[in-house]
Nanobody, 126 residues
Framework: QVQLVESGGGLVQAGGSLRLSCAAS????????MGWFRQAPGKEREFVAR????????YHADSVKGRFTISRDNAKNTVYLQMNNLKPEDTAVYYC???????????????????WGQGTQVTVSS
């Protein structure tokens, strides 16, 4: 019912920047929160950041605080993840997710999100 498509991943050198985009379609999103997660090989999905559609309240994981910024364009139904000062440990597949805001807890667990994109690869070389 909700479709999410990520884009913007790629290969960058340490210290560089990338901007990921997540285009959402299929439903209205005023009651949703959008999140970014990442998953490195052999590891569980890790929370990165989340944002509410209406107010734009954000929360970022400590590992990316000060380097990554989540934002949204409600008119375009698109959420972004601006990634600056990238480090090799940021290498992962990055996933966009959507969850129903009234039922969310902290919005940091993958079980709180019902819809997921296919992911986009981010590789940071040193």
């Amino acid at each position: 019912q909700v479709q999410l498509v990520e884009s913007g991943g790629g290969l960058v050198q340490a210290g560089g920047s990338l901007r990921l985009s997540c285009a959402a379609s299929g439903r209205t999103f005023s009651s949703y929160a959008m999140g970014w997660f990442r998953q490195a090989p052999g590891k569980e999905r890790e929370f990165v950041a989340r944002i509410s559609w209406t107010v734009g309240v954000t929360y970022h994981a400590d590992s990316v605080k000060g380097r990554f910024t989540i934002s949204r364009d409600n008119a375009k139904n698109t959420v972004y993840l601006q990634m600056n000062n990238l480090k090799p440990e940021d290498t992962a597949v990055y996933y966009c997710a959507a969850g129903f805001l009234p039922t969310m807890r902290r919005g940091t667990g993958e079980d709180e999100y019902a819809y997921w994109g296919q992911g986009t690869q981010v590789t940071v070389s040193s």
